[in-house]
T-cell receptor
Framework: GNSVTQMEGPVTLSEEAFLTINCTYT??????LFWYVQYPGEGLQLLLK?????DKGSNKGFEATYRKETTSFHLEKGSVQVSDSAVYFCALNDMRFGAGTRLTVKP | GAVVSQHPSRVICKSGTSVKIECRSLDFQATTMFWYRQFPKQSLMLMATSNEGSKATYEQGVEKDKFLINHASLTLSTLTVTSAHPEDSSFYIC??????????????FGQGTRLTVV
């Protein structure tokens, strides 16, 4: 069946550091891929998505590229801020999520 | 964005009793809703897919008689934890899609319900 494997956390970075959170998937066909974010005390919300191979999703300085050849959708941000501290989830369009990665950014 | 409201946000119940959690899409119709259980280390486990007007589809390992799901209208799905036990204590989250297809639409999430069984 479909599944998502996500980099285990927690991840702690200093402000302005580069962020990468790895995500790989197993699925039949060509699913859409998503990153959701859960800020402290809030519900999950969509961060970005990509619907086909080589698509790049981007939002709030975050980016992820749909790589069919490596079945990956790694999340990146060039310079993180304290306000980016949250839990990040990679997901398939069948609503299966990765385990989540907690990011803490320190000033 | 679309709004999904989940109620209650917190509930404490006695062991052996049943608890109902509601998930409402406030400004759109949701043919499909999803129920999750979030574990202490934030892992989000899909429990079941709720389809309006039909039986829910449960994930492997989820007891359908324990976690009763009803999706009676296009704006409401309910999860009832029957004969709750302390091990059912968890954070339950619902989500809904605005459209009929899953391919490229996003899901909207409720704020979650913290269930504590004592």
């Amino acid at each position: 069946g479909n599944s998502v494997t996500q980099m285990e956390g927690p991840v702690t970075l200093s402000e302005e550091a580069f962020l990468t959170i790895n995500c790989t998937y197993t699925a039949t066909g060509y699913p859409s891929l998503f990153w959701y974010v859960q800020y402290p005390g809030e519900g999950l919300q969509l961060l970005l998505k990509a619907t086909k191979a080589d698509d790049k999703g981007s939002n709030k300085g975050f980016e992820a590229t749909y790589r069919k050849e490596t079945t990956s959708f790694h999340l990146e941000k060039g310079s993180v801020q304290v306000s980016d501290s949250a839990v990040y989830f990679c997901a398939l369009n069948d609503m299966r999520f990765g385990a989540g990665t907690r990011l803490t950014v320190k000033p | 964005g679309a709004v999904v409201s989940q109620h209650p946000s917190r509930v404490i119940c006695k062991s052996g009793t049943s608890v109902k959690i509601e998930c409402r899409s406030l400004d759109f119709q949701a043919t499909t809703m999803f129920w999750y259980r979030q574990f202490p280390k934030q892992s989000l486990m899909l429990m079941a897919t709720s389809n309006e007007g039909s039986k829910a589809t449960y994930e492997q390992g989820v007891e359908k008689d324990k976690f009763l799901i009803n999706h009676a209208s296009l704006t409401l799905s309910t999860l009832t934890v029957t004969s709750a036990h302390p091990e059912d204590s968890s954070f339950y989250i619902c989500s809904a899609f605005r459209g009929a297809t899953l391919q490229n639409t996003e899901a909207f999430f409720g704020q979650g319900t913290r269930l504590t069984v004592v």
